[in-house]
């Protein structure tokens, strides 16, 4: 009798390579997508921070006395440039903390004719990003790792 040999079926080893480096790029570019989308959303996020931080200031602003008075009830900032408490009591917030681990500051510069929130102590990436932002009524500059968006009436 005649012996039939039986064919092995299976993956060779290049096809195994292949297919793991295949799935190493496609896990690459999904953390790379998780990671801008990540990044996206804390932007949003401190994005509408900072418009109930402003509606909140021109709340306080309208409760006023006097109508000169305008935004001059805010505190200037301190030696350090920080005027805390603030940003804790608009946002209801313990710690005042921005999406990106620095801190808001509200403060007005030029005798009450503007107000300015500030986030400090952020990266310059996020800082260049968040100035460049739409603001209602406010504009943002960015300076190291502080922006500053700077609003009027």
Request: glycine residues 10%; charged residues 25%.
């Amino acid at each position: 009798m005649k012996q039939i040999k039986k064919q092995e079926s299976g993956r060779s080893m290049v096809e195994m390579v292949g297919v793991l480096a295949i799935m190493g790029l496609i896990t690459a570019g999904a953390f790379v997508l998780l990671s801008s989308g990540y990044a996206s959303q804390k932007r949003s996020r401190a994005t509408d921070e900072i418009d109930v931080i402003a509606s909140n200031v021109r709340a306080m602003a309208a409760q006023a006395l006097k109508k000169d008075v305008k935004f001059a009830t805010l505190p200037a900032p301190d030696d350090d440039g920080k005027a805390k408490g603030l940003p804790q009591a608009f946002l209801d917030s313990e710690d005042g903390a921005t999406p990106f681990g620095g801190i808001y500051m509200v403060y007005t510069k030029d005798e009450g004719q503007t107000f300015t929130i500030a986030l400090a102590d952020i990266s310059e990436k996020e800082c260049s990003a968040m100035a460049s932002r739409a603001y209602s009524k406010g504009t943002g500059e960015c300076t190291g790792t502080t922006v500053e968006i700077t609003f009027s009436e």
